[in-house]
């Protein structure tokens, strides 16, 4: 079965400076892997996805995702945070074979300081 | 174009008391699935249907049940509430047609239920 981990609970960036936000999933193979963030007291939107391909991916909000294979990883960067960029980010993972259902990591909150 | 809506926003229930937590789409979307959302913990799958008259349990189903009404509703059921239970619960929905790869799930706004 696969699995996420997102290992900062918490990130503190002031506005202005860049991003990178860690993920690092487990899969027998190559897994669909997605971005989402949540908005204090809103549901979950997709910021961007991994499914085969380019392994450099581009979401909205200026965000994107690099999929490492040799490192299990898919970080969310951003070049230039701004204030309404504080959030509740979630990386999720989902198995190539069987019903397709997506498994979560614990999320990481991001907080930008003025 | 509603996409996900969920009702209601709010409960707060006794231990021992039942309830049921409605969840619609507009999307004609396929499957349709119950999460629960802890501090630390991330969300969690309690139950899905992948199309319409199937449900299959997730990672945490205990205490639970659901029924997909139509293609459009799909409702959660807590038979007797547990302050374990208190949590925020979102609904998702996505297209999920078959050899088209994983397809986003879209949120509704959640339930935050708390069980006292």
Known sequence: AQS???????????????????????????????????????????????????????????????FKRSQSSFNLRKPSV??????????????????QKLVFGTGTRLLVSP | NAGVTQTPKFQVLKTGQSMTLQCAQDMNHNSMYWYRQDPGMGLRLIYYSASEGTTDKGEVPNGYNVSRLNKREFSLRLESAAP????????????????????????GPGTRLTVL
């Open chain 1, 4 to 66: 996420v981990t997102q290992p900062d609970i918490h990130i503190t960036v002031s506005e202005g400076a860049s991003l990178e936000l860690r993920c690092n999933y487990s899969y027998g193979a190559t897994p669909y892997l997605f971005w989402y963030v949540q908005s204090p007291g809103q549901g979950l939107q997709l910021l961007l996805k991994y499914f085969s391909g380019d392994t450099l991916v581009q979401g909205i909000k200026g965000f994107e995702a690099e």
């Open chain 1, 82 to 99: 701004h204030w309404s960029d504080a959030a509740e980010y979630f990386c999720a993972v989902g198995a190539r074979t069987g019903f």
């Open chain 2, 84 to 107: 374990s239970q208190t949590s925020v619960y979102f609904c998702a929905s996505s297209v999920s047609v078959s050899g088209t790869g994983l397809d986003e799930q879209f949120f």
